[in-house]
């Protein structure tokens, strides 16, 4: 059974720095796309980056040049390092795995998702 485990959030004021983890168990972490996504109260949920097998990433416009989205295969952990965080960024960060291990983002599905970590940033 698929498991992920968010963690790292918390507090910090504008212009700070944050590393959030998810920790994955139950299934062969390294074949697997992995993604954030984050939700704001009253928005959508949004896609904010995403990682392929082979290391390959992509972000959403907002957060390109700040956040760094890294998986180490060895651990199962994906990591998210968020720089120069931005009041906007305040959110519920979610980390997700595709539903099929097919090592490239190309048509992913995330159907496995964790419980999410809290990032609130004041100005």
């Known amino acids: 059974q698929v498991q992920l485990v968010e963690s790292g959030g918390g507090s910090v004021q504008a212009g700070g720095s944050l590393r959030l983890s998810c920790a994955a168990s139950?299934?062969?972490?390294?074949?697997?796309?992995m993604g954030w996504f984050r939700q704001a109260p009253g928005k959508e949920r949004e896609g904010v980056a995403n990682?392929?097998?082979?290391?390959?990433?992509s972000y959403a416009d907002s957060v390109k040049g700040r956040f760094t989205i890294s998986r180490d295969n060895a651990k199962n952990t994906l990591y998210l390092q968020m720089n120069s965080l931005k009041p906007e960024d305040t959110a519920m960060y979610y980390c997700?795995?595709?539903?099929?291990?097919?090592?490239?983002?190309?048509?992913?599905?995330?159907?496995?998702w964790g419980q999410g970590t809290q990032v609130t940033v004041s100005s």
């Open positions: 990682i392929d097998s082979y290391g390959g990433t």
């Open positions: 997700a795995a595709d539903r099929r291990p097919l090592g490239t983002c190309e048509g992913v599905d995330f159907g496995n």
């Open positions: 139950g299934y062969i972490f390294w074949n697997y796309c």
